[in-house]
């Protein structure tokens, strides 16, 4: 059995929506399989809990599509609904609605998904980070199963892959965007319109105290890993976002879209042809 080449990135099914022989016919193949990591969390007012997994399974669709009209066939993999609770750094707001879990919970569940998947067969399994809360974890469960089985496994940021151009090149507003700001709300504009509610998109922004170092995640490329703030950074935080919802587009959650995807099919593209991440 062949894998089908889907019309559409839509037409790309879910796992769940396989069945044994086509998974047979996926590992026959060699096959990665790219498994997104969202959450269940606030994204504000105007945007759903799921934010973080709808945009993770459609980087992960419009990959496997764009490399199925190159011959390269790709699974999209289980999703990963939940993540750790949101950086205090970031958004310190508690809404309804979040379920978080644990780091350990977290590493525990990634884990065993990954070692089902290299149970069945798979021996190249890429872990798609969708929400920046879930990084720690990706690269714990990444190393340990890559080191204790024939798989490889490898993790994918595309924050810090495609941070240049995306932060200079595809947003509109002048500000730092964050949790919830234009990027995400223009990508959702294009993967779920009828869930985002532009009437209540709010823009606020931190008052960081001036440093002499740039301040920096660890997740977004930076040296400094700073979880809380214990002044006045966050005073009249009230909503969710942070950043200006209200500048998104789906013309930019569109080009949006396409560098995530360029990078990522970059990677999944120069992996096939080396076979650096092929297993044993």
């Known amino acids: 059995m062949t894998l089908p080449i889907p019309a559409t990135p839509a037409d790309v099914p879910l796992f769940e929506a396989l069945t044994s022989v086509e998974v047979e016919a996926a590992v026959a193949a060699g096959a990665p399989v790219i498994v997104p990591l969202g959450a269940t969390e606030q994204h504000g007012s105007h945007l759903p809990l799921g934010t973080d997994t709808y945009q993770g399974v459609e980087v992960a669709r419009r990959t496997i599509h764009r490399l199925a009209g190159e011959g390269l066939a790709a699974v999209?993999?289980?999703?990963?609904?939940?993540?750790?609770?949101?950086f205090l750094s970031?958004?310190?707001?508690?809404?309804?609605?979040t379920i978080a879990i644990s780091n350990r919970l977290l590493i525990d569940l990634t884990d065993a998904v990954v070692r089902e998947l290299v149970r069945s067969g798979f021996r190249t399994i890429y872990l798609l980070m969708a929400n920046a809360?879930?990084?720690p974890a990706m690269q714990i469960v990444a190393k340990e199963?890559?080191?204790?089985?024939?798989?490889?496994?490898?993790?994918?940021?595309?924050?810090?892959?495609?941070?240049?151009?995306?932060?200079?090149?595809?947003?509109?507003?002048?500000?730092?965007?964050?949790h919830a700001g234009e990027g995400e709300t223009a990508r959702m504009l294009v993967t779920a319109p009828h869930l985002v509610h532009m009437e209540r998109a709010v823009s606020w922004h931190p008052s960081f105290p001036?440093?002499?170092?740039?301040?920096?995640?660890?997740?977004?490329?930076?040296a400094i890993g700073r979880y809380r703030y214990d002044d006045e950074s966050f005073a009249g935080f009230s909503d969710g976002?942070?950043?200006d919802p209200a500048n998104a587009l789906?013309?930019?959650?569109?080009?949006?879209?396409?560098l995530i995807v360029d990078w990522v099919v970059a990677v999944l593209r120069s992996d096939a042809a080396t076979g650096i991440a092929r297993g044993r």
């Open 250 to 258: 789906p013309e930019t959650g569109e080009a949006s879209y396409r």
């Open 90 to 97: 970031e958004s310190p707001k508690d809404r309804p609605g």
């Open 133 to 135: 809360e879930s990084d």
């Open 76 to 86: 999209l993999g289980p999703v990963i609904p939940f993540g750790p609770p949101m």
């Open 210 to 222: 001036a440093s002499e170092v740039e301040e920096r995640m660890p997740y977004l490329g930076g």
């Open 145 to 178: 199963v890559t080191e204790q089985t024939p798989a490889n496994v490898v993790t994918l940021n595309w924050l810090v892959g495609t941070q240049k151009t995306y932060r200079s090149g595809i947003l509109k507003s002048e500000k730092p965007q964050g």
């Open 241 to 243: 976002p942070t950043g």
